[in-house]
């Protein structure tokens, strides 16, 4: 078990370009969590995968950011058509259902929208 | 609303104990966690509380108490490292995945 596994560390890009994310969880995790946190803050949640199954979506998530978990392993998050705003630390986190739930952050990928 | 309240930050001495509180307004309750956080790094796991009572793991105890909506963080013997912050987290009333983020307390720890 090596842990929740985050890449890439950095990315910086230019306003209005796409950017993608990947996440690798613990292997016998079956949940999935984005978040996204900004310097002084706690972690703000974005979406949720059981498995496969996207469960929630934060409402305050706009069109532009999507999310896969295609086989229940890995995910993607992306961020089309980046704005500055979106700079920040994304964080993915993964948990075992069961009695505590607790949740296992990777690394996180700061990204910076110049 | 749901609101998770902690002080921004606060400062102690190298060998010493110290206190960090955490307050919750939630309409239920499904536990309490306790994450440290180094500048640049992502959160790490440090305790979970769902009854009341002390829960010690070495150098670092949380205590909850449900019917006042209050934790703390217990920090002994303080060590350089454990400067970072702490960041305390409510597990929402209507799921078992969304967690309810405080802004963590930043602590500074002094020779």
């Known amino acids: 078990d090596t842990g929740v596994s985050q890449d890439p560390r950095h990315k910086i890009t230019k306003r209005g370009q796409n950017v993608t994310f990947r996440c690798d969880p613990i292997?016998?995790?079956?949940?999935l969590y984005w978040y996204r946190q900004t310097l002084g803050q706690g972690p703000e949640f974005l979406t949720y995968f059981q498995n496969e199954a996207q469960l929630e979506k934060s409402r305050l998530l706009s069109d532009r950011f999507s999310a896969e978990r295609p086989k229940g392993s890995f995910s993607t998050l992306e961020i089309q058509r980046t704005e500055q705003g979106d700079s920040a630390m994304y964080l993915c986190?993964?948990?075992?259902?069961?009695?505590?739930?607790?949740?296992?952050f990777g690394p996180g990928t700061r990204l910076t929208v110049l | 609303g749901q609101n998770i309240d902690q002080p921004t930050e606060m400062t102690a001495t190298e060998g010493a104990i110290v206190q960090i509180n955490c307050t919750y307004q939630t309409s239920g309750f499904n536990g309490l966690f306790w994450y440290q956080q180094h500048a640049g790094e992502a959160p790490t796991f440090l305790s979970y509380n769902v009854l009341d009572g002390l829960e010690e793991k070495g150098r670092f105890s949380s205590f909850l108490s449900r019917s006042k909506g209050y934790s703390y963080l217990l920090l002994k013997e303080l060590q350089m490292k454990d400067s970072a912050s702490y960041l305390c987290?409510?597990?929402?009333?209507?799921?078992?995945?969304?967690?309810?983020w405080g802004a963590g307390t930043k602590l500074i720890i002094k020779p």
């Open positions: 986190a993964s948990s075992l259902a069961g009695s505590t739930d607790t949740q296992y």
């Open positions: 292997s016998e995790h079956n949940r």
């Open positions: 987290a409510v597990r929402a009333p209507d799921s078992n995945y969304q967690l309810i």
